[in-house]
């Protein structure tokens, strides 16, 4: 009997290397923006500012978003995909850089667009690489890398600012991991699909609402969680060290994965999980309570992007590249709007009444998902199917 040597599949091997890839890239992603609300607080205060002018920080991070998104499909036909990464590495790590050192505002929202340029690069290849009918839970996998590496942002930065220097220094942590991939990373070519057929127009319509909103929901706990602990009583310190409960939550919920209840689409158990938590945060002022409440918000919101950005990266009609580009618009659409419009209703209500905007949110992202459970099913010479996430 001869002995034969023994295969390994290379696409195997190339999507576990690029799960990898991806994994760090989101990581260190997910510290800056976990970083920023806590940032925003401190900006504030270094700067002698309202914390309400420092919400153009998260802001610049969505013209970064919605830039990229414009011109995604150009840079993914006219750049490999090794190259994206590379140059989307080191702008997301300038933009931490300047964050953490910034003297006055202008450099700080220097420091929030260069974040969102580089991430923007970061967020549009992450679908195309980890496509196919696991993309899902490949997507859900790193998001939940990256929120487990967001729970130290705001621990960091309270932590560096209870010694005594600002605690923006801690953004410094996400440079050398960004720099490093854009050294070493060796990502395998986009997984490029033919357009099928004629655009379903209202199918991605609602995909695109629906990534708004899951971001939406999302970044009013990013951006502003810090500050409704600081207007409990609690001092900047400890409040920066209590935001960590959110990121903890979206961790614990992206490690657990989609819920499924019977026949509704996993993204209802999702979202009353991140009603309940909202209500928590907006209806007591007791520190304890807000807390468990940002907690339960992050199980619930988990869930929401990976699943959302899946879905409508595979939907029929538009090529994946086209897809990803218009997930990157949805998120910088978010993140522009929602939590300066919740940064609006502070000037007309207190902090923990305006974040009851988030209730409408969830409650429209329920009725625009349970009609489109049956999703069509896109193949591709590499038998990638549409992600189960929303069935």
């Given at each position: 009997m001869t002995n034969q040597p023994i295969e390994t599949d290379p696409r195997a091997h190339s999507s576990r290397r690029?799960?990898?890839?991806i994994g760090v890239a989101l990581g260190a992603l997910g510290f800056l923006l976990a970083g920023l609300g806590a940032c925003v607080a401190v900006l504030a205060r270094d700067l002698d500012l309202p914390a309400e002018r420092l919400a153009l920080l998260p802001s610049a991070f969505a013209v970064?978003?919605?830039v990229v998104a414009v011109v995604g499909p150009v840079v993914l036909r006219t750049f490999t995909i090794s190259v994206v990464l590379r140059v989307g590495s080191i702008v997301c790590a300038l933009g931490g850089v300047l964050i953490a050192i910034a003297p006055q505002y202008v450099v700080a929202i220097g420091g929030g667009l260069c974040v969102g340029l580089g991430g923007a690069l970061l967020i549009l290849i992450a679908p195309l690489l980890l496509s196919g009918p696991t993309a899902a839970v490949r997507l859900t996998k790193?998001?939940?890398?990256?929120s487990a590496t967001g729970i130290l942002a705001p621990l960091a930065i309270g932590a560096v600012d209870a010694l005594g220097a600002t605690g923006r220094l801690?953004?410094?942590?996400?440079?050398?991991?960004?720099l490093a991939l854009a050294v070493f990373a060796r990502p395998a070519a986009t997984h490029q699909q033919a357009a099928s057929g004629g655009l379903v127009v209202l199918q991605v319509a609602r995909g695109w609402l629906r990534v708004v909103l899951a971001v939406a929901v999302e970044f009013c706990f990013v951006v502003w969680a810090v500050a409704r602990l600081v207007t409990t009583g609690l001092p900047m310190a400890t409040a920066a060290l209590l935001g960590s409960a959110f990121p903890i939550g979206m961790a614990v919920g992206r490690a657990i994965g989609p819920l499924r209840l019977r026949d509704w689409s996993p993204l209802v158990p999702a979202g009353v999980l991140a009603m309940g938590g909202t209500l928590l945060v907006s209806l007591f002022d007791g520190p304890a309570v807000v807390t468990v409440g940002l907690v339960i918000a992050g199980i619930g919101i988990a869930p929401l992007y990976p699943m959302t950005v899946a879905a409508l990266v595979a939907t029929p009609g538009l090529s994946p590249a086209r897809l990803a580009a218009l997930g990157a618009a949805a998120s910088g659409a978010a993140i522009l709007s929602a939590p300066a419009i919740l940064a609006g209703l502070t000037r007309v209500v207190d902090l923990r009444t305006a974040f009851l905007i988030t209730l409408p949110l969830l409650a429209i992202l329920f009725a625009i998902s349970r009609p489109l459970r049956p999703l069509s099913v896109r193949t591709s010479p590499g038998d990638h199917a549409a992600p189960r996430a929303l069935r």
């Open positions: 690029e799960e990898v890839e970064g978003l919605l790193v998001n939940a890398f990256a801690a953004m410094l942590a996400a440079a050398p991991p960004l």
